[in-house]
């Protein structure tokens, strides 16, 4: 009986360890997850004239990261890139709608143009008909903040334009 209990107490205490371990590393894959994903995406259209739309690309950035403007120089930059469509034009480049930051950043030997907290990008976009269309691309962008950056990363977008 002496034996069975220790048994017993012996395999619940290695179930527990399990368990404790598996926690553990869900709650760091979570963490993890968090910090490698700083910039939340969202996208819409506005209709401004016939057939011309203001697609938004925003980015919203969480924490104490920053994410790089279009045109920083030297150091990081972020790129919207639109899939070719017969059934749209494109007007000139998006803008960037928000606070942008210069400062000098030792890393990259250059000043760098960044936002925090929110930016929002804007490509005025013309349907050549009454249909309904799609504008796709991706954003490619580069975080940081005062300690590391992140790896460059793509995120696909899709908005619809068009139609009635």
């Not at 259209?45 to 697609?55: I, Q």
């Not at 279009?70 to 606070?99: H, W």
């Not at 013309?126 to 580069?142: D, E, I, P, Q």
Request: hydrophobic share 40%.
């Amino acid at each position: 009986q002496f034996y069975n209990n220790v048994n017993l107490y012996m395999k619940n205490l290695y179930m527990k360890k399990i368990l404790m371990a598996v926690f553990l590393v869900s709650v760091a894959g979570f963490a993890n997850a968090q910090i490698n994903n700083p910039v939340l995406w969202s996208y819409s259209a506005k209709k401004v004239a016939d057939k011309t739309y203001e697609v938004h690309i925003t980015a919203t950035i969480t924490g104490n990261w920053h994410l790089y403007a279009q045109g920083t120089g030297d150091g990081p930059v972020t790129e919207i890139k639109f899939t070719p469509n017969p059934l749209l034009t494109f007007d000139g480049k998006a803008r960037e709608v928000g606070k942008v930051e210069k400062s000098f950043d030792k890393n990259f030997n250059a000043v760098v143009k960044y936002y925090e907290k929110t930016v929002d990008f804007v490509q005025k976009v013309k349907v050549r008909s009454a249909a309904a269309t799609v504008v796709k691309g991706s954003v490619n962008y580069v975080v940081c903040n005062d300690k590391q950056c992140l790896p460059p990363k793509d995120v696909p977008f899709s908005i619809n334009v068009g139609g009635k």
